[in-house]
């Protein structure tokens, strides 16, 4: 994706490709847009890192945190009370 030889029908083939995997939520052509801009500029490659950001950057607009878990406990067994509370706990976290 990121070699300049890529030809025109090359470009459009890896952006039909990856508009496969928007689901069919693309109504307006919003995605599809900016896969063309970024194949015309050769810049294709960058989407991973593109990607990444727009995640983190939507996640701060939700008020998400990123958090680390540090039990003083070896190990916790699945099954214990605990381990059950906290895991209902992060998924109920809004």
Known sequence: MTAPTLSASDKAAIVAEL???????????????????????????????????FNELMGAA????????????????SGDLYSQFINERMLNCH
Do not use: M, W, Y
């Not at 928007?22 to 050769?42: I, M, W």
């Not at 294709?44 to 593109?50: D, F, V």
């Not at 939700?62 to 067994?77: D, F, K």
């Open 19 to 53: 508009q496969k995997h928007t689901g069919g939520a693309d109504k307006a052509d919003t995605v599809k847009n900016f896969l063309n801009t970024l194949a015309e500029n050769n810049r294709l490659g960058l989407l991973k890192g593109i990607c990444e950001k």
């Open 62 to 77: 939700r008020g998400e945190v990123e958090l680390t878990v540090t039990s003083a406990s070896v190990s916790l067994p």
